[in-house]
């Protein structure tokens, strides 16, 4: 055995816990849905309204849900290591564009992006990093010249 | 003739500047993906999709498909030099181009995978020009049950042929399908699903979805990879040390034939995809070959096959989508959602409605087909020298092509944000092994399944025994209870052999 099977599963009453996540919310999903399809029209067999077909999927969801969690008694999923870092490090960089991109334009956005980013890597290379921005301003720049009309992307505050 | 006639009109739109311009960037850029490791196909596609919302829906749509098939081009490259697959379709590459890599082969293996590209390519094509045409003559006599008993097979076929739990896939469609559900109802104008959000009454973007979903979890799942250690070959690209030989050539022959049909008949199939055919093929060659010791250790039939097959089957996989409008993977359901958001309704009836762009895509292949062998044999020095990107700098880049492509959509920041929440979703479904690609494949057909089920009803009068008593739809209804009887028996039997090995652990 390679060091990676020998990797014990973990188990809730026999239950791969990974598989039984799944089950779980692939469950809940389809019971939502069904209950939330209960609130809308129904129609008639003739005219179906728009509840029976995601009433159908709800149903049909929450079976799958039901069997993946069976299904998964025998399972030997493992969960893998969770790069956190790197996870928050990408969402900051990303929802910091969003958020600078009307406010402060594109290239304050792309620096915040750029270096946020750049915090996802365990060694921080802030030279490089700046490249990197100099050079996608330079191409968001030639872009809004280039397609002026078709892209409408402001490049500074307030322009 | 007709063919002729139609080939005539295919040649003068793909000819067009426009046309050759959104080839010649499909295939280049799609070249430039496929040798990156770590940026996939579908990742990069929905990346550039906003590239073409300016262009015309023919541009687009050939654009489109030279990126997919230029990225199963260029995804050999580093398989062969680095072990490293670009894109999951040239895994099996590695088994015999890494191998000859190492004995200084590198520049035959790149050339001859090229080759065998273009061979199964141009197979794929050829098929798709004579079969086209028959296959929307049955389907334009399809009436809504039939559609919709197609649909149903097409996603189940799709998503229990892929890897892993089969029951997971269908799970994941029919998620896909809710999520396609979400907006405004066309027919009663209901809101569904949105929540109140004024922001989900047009319903998900595709492109904003698939950009989280293949995009930023992609980026996500690198961090836990080895993409960060890059290693240096250096490569031979002289004309003689790159040429196969005479007896090279008849090595391959007949290992480029067999992968040929192999690739294009599995490449058809929903679900299966160009992985799955190099992989069948390479198997069938090492079983019929006299040396099948030499697999795996640089045998370059086995190299040739895979290759014929994946591109076959890439290109064959454009036959079941533009006739019949049912995509048969995740790639080809972003390139009909493509064609929805330019306006045209995928199915049967493109060939009449729009034989320009039908019969301008096919054209298009050969053209793009052309210029990889153009790109790939001279320039593949430049291309090798790509390898060298470190992911270190490549990753904010995507990052940042993610948030340039979502925001310019609509310019409205929201799509970022929405891209972050399903750029989540996707690694959480990673973690959980729930396959991402049916859930986009039900996200594109959903909508008209939808209709196709109440249209049928509705025409039925109410009988919803419709289904059953049509024989074609009732043929593909049986054939997607066939399917499901026998994941669901396969899936216990592996329970219960599991299970008696159990004490044995």
Not at chain 2, 338 to 353: D, E, K, R
Not at chain 2, 474 to 495: E, Y
Request: charged share 10%; proline share 5%; aromatic share 8%.
């Amino acid at each position: 055995m390679t060091p990676e099977e020998e990797r014990v599963p973990h188990r809730i009453a026999g239950f791969n816990t990974l598989e039984l996540a799944a089950g779980l919310i692939i469950l809940v999903l389809g019971v939502i849905v069904a209950a939330e399809s209960l609130t809308y029209p129904f129609g008639t067999l003739r005219n179906v309204g728009p509840a029976i077909f995601p009433m159908l999927l709800g149903i049909i969801l929450a079976a799958l849900g039901l069997t993946i969690i069976f299904e998964g008694r025998v399972s030997l999923a493992v969960a893998p290591a969770v790069p956190w870092r790197a996870i928050l490090a990408i969402c900051a960089s990303l929802a910091s564009f969003a958020l600078l991109i009307d406010r402060a334009g594109a290239y304050v956005a792309i620096f915040a992006l750029i270096f946020l980013a750049g915090l996802a890597d365990r060694t921080f290379r802030p030279v490089t990093l700046l490249i990197v921005a100099f050079c996608l301003c330079a191409f968001v720049t030639a872009l809004v010249m280039g397609f002026r009309g078709i892209v409408n992307i402001d490049l500074l505050p307030g322009a | 003739m007709d063919l002729l006639d139609n080939m005539i009109l295919g040649f003068s739109v793909a000819i067009s500047w426009s046309s050759l311009w959104a080839c010649f960037i499909g295939v280049t850029l799609g070249t430039f993906i496929g040798v990156l490791p770590g940026v996939g196909a579908l990742a990069g596609i929905s990346l550039l999709m906003p590239l073409t919302f300016g262009q015309s829906a023919t541009d687009a749509i050939v654009m489109l498909a030279g990126i997919y098939y230029g990225s199963i081009y260029g995804g050999s490259t580093a398989a062969i030099l680095l072990n490293l697959p670009g894109s999951v379709t040239s895994a099996v590459t590695c088994f015999d181009g890494y191998p000859m890599a190492q004995k200084g082969q590198a520049g035959k293996a790149l050339a001859m995978t090229t080759l065998a590209s273009f061979i199964g390519g141009c197979f794929a094509i050829v098929l798709m020009m004579a079969f086209a045409p028959p296959l929307v003559a049955v389907a334009q006599s399809f009436g809504s049950p039939e559609y919709f008993a197609m649909t149903v097979l097409g996603l189940l076929a799709a998503s229990t042929l892929s890897q892993g739990s089969p029951v997971k896939g269908i799970a994941m469609v029919v998620v896909g399908l809710i999520l396609g559900l979400v907006g405004t109802d066309i027919q009663s104008g209901v809101a569904r699903f949105t929540f109140g959000s004024r922001e989900m009454l047009d319903g998900i973007s595709l492109v904003v979805l698939a950009m989280g979903l293949f995009g930023v979890s992609e980026v996500l799942i690198n961090f836990t990879s080895t993409l960060f250690a890059t290693s240096r070959q250096t490569v031979d690209t002289s004309w003689k040390a790159m040429w196969p030989t005479g007896a090279e050539w008849k090595a391959t022959s007949g290992s480029m034939a067999r992968g040929s049909v192999l690739g294009s008949i599995i490449g058809i199939l929903p679900g299966a995809g160009a992985a799955i055919a190099a992989f069948i093929s390479y198997s069938v060659e090492k079983r019929m070959s006299r040396t099948p010791e030499r697999f795996g250790k640089g045998a370059i039939e086995g190299l040739a096959a895979a290759e014929t097959a994946n591109n076959a089957a890439a290109q064959a996989a454009f036959i079941p989508t533009m006739s019949l409008g049912i995509p048969g993977s995740a790639t080809m359901a972003l390139l009909l959602g493509a064609l929805l958001i330019h306006g045209v309704q995928p199915g049967p009836l493109v060939i009449q409605t729009d034989p320009d762009l039908f019969w301008g895509l096919i054209a298009s292949f050969w053209i793009g087909n052309l210029l990889l062998l153009i790109l790939n044999l001279p320039m593949i020095g430049i291309w090798v020298r790509m390898l060298l990107i470190p992911y270190h700098i490549l990753y904010p880049c995507i990052l940042f092509f993610i948030c340039l492509g979502a925001y310019s959509a609509r310019n409205n920041p929201i799509d970022i944000y929405l891209v972050i929440v399903f750029g989540l979703m996707g690694y959480g479904m990673k973690l959980l092994q729930l396959p991402a690609a049916p859930l986009l494949l039900g996200l594109v057909l959903g909508p008209m399944a939808e209709e196709h089920f109440r249209r049928s009803l509705l025409l039925a009068r109410g009988d919803a025994t419709v289904f059953l008593t049509q024989p074609i739809s009732a043929g593909l209804l049986a054939t997607a209870a066939i399917i499901v009887a026998t994941t669901v028996w396969s899936s216990l039997r592996k329970r219960r052999r599991a299970l008696s090995d159990a004490p044995v652990q």
